[in-house]
C-alpha cells in the first residue's frame, strides 16, 4: 500500500531565508505528485504537481519541488520565505490509474521576522 | 469559473444528532470525492463519484456516513448519529475528465460534535 510520510510536522524560519519541506513516499506503482497548501482559515490550495517530463516543477508564490524516483521523494523549497507563507503544507500521492489521494500528515511552515 | 463550494463552513452539534454536509463541485466535472481531516491526522479518502455512481467507497468508517450525489451535481455527506469520533474538518474535491488526476478542494466543513 502507498503512504506518504512528511518528515517534520513544524518548520520556523525567519522571513526571507529558505525554505525546504521534506515527503518521501512509498509505492509499489508509478504515481503523480502533488503539494497542497493550507492557509489560516482557508481550504485546500494546489501549490504544485509532478505528472511527467521535468523532475523540477514550478508553482504558485514562487514554490518548486523536486521529484527524485530513486529516492522516492517529492521536496518542496523556497529560495525566500515570506511572512504570507505561513500555512500548512501537505504532500500527496495518487497512484496512476487510482482516484484517492494519499496525503502526508502535513508541515505546519511558520515565518518569524 | 467558480471553484468547489462547501456549506456549512462550520457546525457544532451533540453526540447523536445528524449532521448534512453540501458539496458543489467545479461545473461540468464528473468526479467529486471525500476526503476527512480528523484532528492531529492525515487527510483521508472517504469516497468518491463518478457522476452519480459511487466508485469507490472503501473509506467510509462505517455505516452512520451516508453520501449521495443524485443527478450527478452536488453531493450531501450525512452523519447519523453523530459520535464524538466524528469531529474533524470534511474536504469535498472534484476533477474533470480531462486532467482526472488533478483534484480541486472546497474550503472543508469543520464539523464538531460534543
Known amino acids: 500500500a502507498q503512504s506518504v510520510t512528511q518528515l517534520d510536522s513544524q518548520v520556523p524560519v525567519f522571513e526571507e531565508a529558505p525554505v525546504e519541506l521534506r515527503c518521501n513516499y512509498s509505492?509499489?506503482?508509478?504515481?503523480?505528485l502533488f503539494w497542497y497548501v493550507q492557509y489560516p482559515n482557508q481550504g485546500l490550495q494546489l501549490l504544485l504537481k509532478?505528472?511527467?517530463?521535468?523532475?523540477l516543477v514550478k508553482g504558485i508564490n514562487g514554490f518548486e519541488a523536486e521529484f527524485n524516483k530513486s529516492q522516492t521523494s517529492f521536496h518542496l523549497r523556497k529560495p525566500s520565505v515570506h511572512i504570507s507563507d505561513t500555512a500548512e503544507y501537505f504532500c500527496?500521492?495518487?497512484?496512476?490509474?487510482?482516484?484517492?489521494?494519499?496525503f502526508g500528515q502535513g508541515t505546519r511552515l511558520t515565518i518569524n521576522p | 469559473e467558480a471553484g468547489v463550494t462547501q456549506f456549512p463552513s462550520h457546525s457544532v452539534i451533540e453526540k447523536g444528532q445528524t449532521v448534512t454536509l453540501r458539496c458543489d463541485p467545479i461545473?461540468?466535472?464528473?468526479?467529486l470525492y471525500w476526503y476527512r481531516r480528523v484532528m492531529g491526522k492525515e487527510i483521508k479518502f472517504l469516497l468518491h463519484?463518478?457522476?452519480?455512481?459511487?466508485?469507490?467507497e472503501s473509506g467510509m468508517p462505517n455505516n452512520r456516513f451516508l453520501a449521495e450525489r443524485t443527478g450527478g451535481t452536488y453531493s450531501t455527506l450525512k452523519v447519523q448519529p453523530a459520535e464524538l469520533e466524528d469531529s474533524g474538518v470534511y474536504f469535498c474535491?472534484?476533477?474533470?475528465?480531462?486532467?482526472?488526476?488533478?483534484?480541486?478542494f472546497g474550503p472543508g466543513t469543520r464539523l464538531l460534535v460534543l
Open positions: 474535491a472534484s476533477s474533470g475528465d480531462y486532467r482526472v488526476e488533478t483534484q480541486y
Open positions: 509505492s509499489s506503482v508509478s504515481v503523480y
Open positions: 509532478y505528472l511527467s517530463g521535468s523532475t
Open positions: 500527496a500521492v495518487l497512484e496512476q490509474g487510482a482516484q484517492k489521494l494519499v
Open positions: 461545473s461540468g466535472h464528473d468526479n
Open positions: 463519484f463518478v457522476k452519480e455512481s459511487k466508485q469507490d
